[in-house]
């Protein structure tokens, strides 16, 4: 199951505030032996809240939606969620308590409606400030602020998620290529991908830096470590006997 990431607010389109989710995310899954495999930063627009968020329904991922949760005006993702599904929104039991909890009689008319979710989604717990995110299938939606989104990610990821946990996570190792260039290469690297296909390959050509003055090229294989280092080696091999200089590190 690959993991995704959707991040909304004009603020971050802006520069007007500096996002932290990725980072957040991509060190909580790496925790747990998995990865982020893709994500998307979107704006405030509702339409395009909702198209992003009809992909993800649509999709088998894992997908996490940071932000526009809230009650102010600019919080649209509840309403895109619902709008996605084709259901009405309506105040979730447990939402309400807790709601009602947390603020009594303040809780109306306004802050109620954060506990305002799609029909059949699922309150995600909120150790802050009691406020609850929710879910919908494998999709699910967290505030927009670090201290609260993170730690309900990590309650999603260790109570719906465990199976996923890798405890032998994937690794990299890179090996460089001196004086190479990637025209002259390209069957080898063909060859390479074609024999492990489930391996991700990169390949970075550079035309110098501090580490190696010439011209080279940045290989790296990426996947179990077993079969990493199968295929870093037989690349390194092929390398050598074409008369290349190899440099190799682990990644």
């Known amino acids: 199951m690959d993991v995704g990431a959707l991040i909304i607010g004009d603020e971050l389109l802006s520069g007007k505030r500096q996002d932290k989710h990725l980072q957040g995310l991509i060190r909580i899954l790496a925790a747990r032996g998995m ?13 395009r809240i909702t198209d992003a968020l009809k992909r993800a329904f649509a999709s088998p991922d894992l997908v996490f939606s940071f932000g526009g949760i809230g009650a102010t005006p600019d919080d649209h993702t509840r309403q895109c969620a619902a709008t996605a ?3 009405p929104l309506a105040v979730h039991p447990e939402a309400r308590a807790l709601i009602e909890e947390r603020f009594g009689e303040e809780a109306y008319p306004h802050r109620i409606n954060m506990g305002a979710f799609p029909e059949s989604a699922r309150i995600i717990p909120n150790p802050v400030n009691q406020i609850p995110g929710f879910s919908v299938s494998n999709v699910h939606f967290v505030p927009g602020f670090p ?20 405890d032998q996570p994937d690794v990299e190792e890179t090996l460089v290529a001196l004086e190479a260039r990637e025209g002259d290469l390209i069957s080898l690297m063909q060859d390479m991908t074609a024999r492990y296909p489930a391996l991700r390959f990169s390949s970075l050509p550079n035309f110098g830096n501090a580490r190696f003055a010439q011209m080279h090229i940045e290989f790296g294989f990426t996947g179990a470590p077993a079969l990493v280092g199968i295929a870093i080696a037989e690349l390194e091999k092929a390398l050598k006997a074409q008369g290349y200089e190899v440099v190799r590190k682990a990644g």
């Open 35 to 47: 990865k982020l495999s893709w994500a998307e930063y979107l704006g405030d627009r509702p339409e």
């Open 85 to 87: 599904l084709g259901v």
């Open 147 to 166: 201290a609260m989104a993170w730690p309900m990610i990590e309650w999603v990821l260790d109570t719906h998620y465990v199976h996923l946990f890798n």
